[in-house]
């Protein structure tokens, strides 16, 4: 089992800015990828960031240009920085990893991290 430990978020302003880390003590040659999903309520799972050991990141469109995804690959860890928040990107906020294991890939998924924009 790969544990992800998330920290950051909780409540901010619209306009304003958060940002969000998930470290992970596997080995970063066994993480493929690592990333934000985002679950409001009534709403489904929807990518938010996600950075490939292969350089490529991906981002959900609604975050574009707003928020900025980056890694540590020698730590294991992701960084999330969410600028011009908005009220609707408020939301639980999962870290997510790919955990290569030689013969196949596994998804892994944090506990979840609350983020609150005000209006």
């Known amino acids: 089992q790969v544990q992800l430990v998330e920290s950051g978020g909780g409540l901010a302003q619209a306009g304003g800015s958060l940002r969000l880390s998930c470290s992970t003590t596997?080995?970063?040659?066994?993480?493929?990828?690592m990333g934000w999903f985002r679950q409001a309520p009534g709403k489904q799972r929807e990518l938010v960031a996600v950075?490939?050991?292969?350089?490529?990141?991906d981002y959900g469109d609604s975050v574009l240009g707003r928020f900025t995804i980056s890694r540590d690959s020698a730590k294991s860890t992701v960084y999330l920085q969410m600028n011009n928040l908005k009220p609707e990107d408020t939301a639980v906020y999962y870290c997510?990893?790919?955990?290569?294991?030689?013969?196949?890939?596994?998804?892994?998924w944090g506990q979840g991290t609350q983020v609150t924009v005000s209006s």
């Open positions: 997510y990893a790919e955990r290569d294991w030689g013969d196949y890939v596994n998804d892994f």
């Open positions: 596997e080995s970063p040659l066994s993480i493929n990828a």
């Open positions: 950075s490939r050991s292969s350089g490529v990141t």
